[in-house]
């Protein structure tokens, strides 16, 4: 089944060390975005990108760097990790412009 | 700048009793507006577009450029209906959410 799939689903990490978070899809779809999720502040836009070569900021990229490895994968890096990304992150693709947006599961990421 | 706002953090009602839920946004151009639904532990998915002026599980939304307004109504809420909701925003080239109003629904 064409599914949006997020590894690792939970994990706890420490301050200071680097963590990956991957997505993969198998909706063929074009575009794929990272959200970060935390009660009171919705979802808010890391990264995005519309194919392999493109990459483009968010609203909240500071911390975050990502790579567009093929079409079906992109992964969000912390490359030193802080406690405030706490979170719960998601990755989201799309087709196109204008069309519905599929989640993944979520990761729930905890800094300590 | 493009936003889009939803005043109320929680919504709660009885069953039966009519649902609103609010949504406001500020775009220059013609904005394309959506609702997405989170039930308990399962991922988000769509529940409806402005563009195709359907109704999903009996909600429907109007976009209102007048007031800036896509509220999300249903006019009787069940209790399969709670769950957190999320007004969305497509920008030009990039889907902007609000922060989520949790919809309670009481038997």
């Known amino acids: 089944d064409a599914d949006v799939t997020q590894t690792p689903r939970n994990r706890i990490t420490k301050t200071g060390k680097r963590i990956m978070l991957e997505c993969s899809q198998t909706k063929g779809h074009d575009r794929m975005y990272w959200y970060r999720q935390d009660p009171g502040l919705g979802l808010r836009l890391i990264y995005y990108?519309?194919?392999?070569?493109?990459?483009n900021k968010g609203e909240i990229s500071d911390g975050y760097s990502v790579s567009r490895q093929a079409q079906a994968k992109f992964s969000l890096s912390l490359e030193s990790a802080i406690p405030n990304q706490t979170a719960l992150y998601f990755c989201?693709?799309?087709?196109?412009?204008?069309?519905?947006?599929?989640f993944g599961q979520g990761t729930r990421l905890t800094v300590v | 700048a493009q936003r889009v706002t939803q005043p109320e953090k929680l919504l709660s009602v009885f069953k039966g009793a009519p649902v609103e839920l609010k949504c406001n946004y500020s775009?220059?151009?013609?904005?394309?507006l959506f609702w997405y639904v989170q039930y308990s532990r399962q991922r988000l998915q769509l529940l409806l577009r402005?563009?195709s002026r359907e109704s999903i599980k009996g909600f429907t939304a109007d976009l209102n450029k007048g007031e800036t307004s896509f509220h999300l109504k249903k006019p009787f809420a069940q209790e399969e209906d709670s769950a957190m909701y999320y007004c969305?925003?497509?920008?030009?080239?990039?889907?902007?959410f609000g922060t989520g109003t949790r919809l309670q629904v009481f038997p």
């Open positions: 775009y220059s151009g013609s904005p394309e």
């Open positions: 990108s519309f194919d392999v070569k493109d990459i």
């Open positions: 969305a925003l497509y920008n030009t080239d990039k889907l902007i």
């Open positions: 402005h563009i």
């Open positions: 989201a693709t799309q087709w196109g412009l204008n069309t519905e947006a599929f």
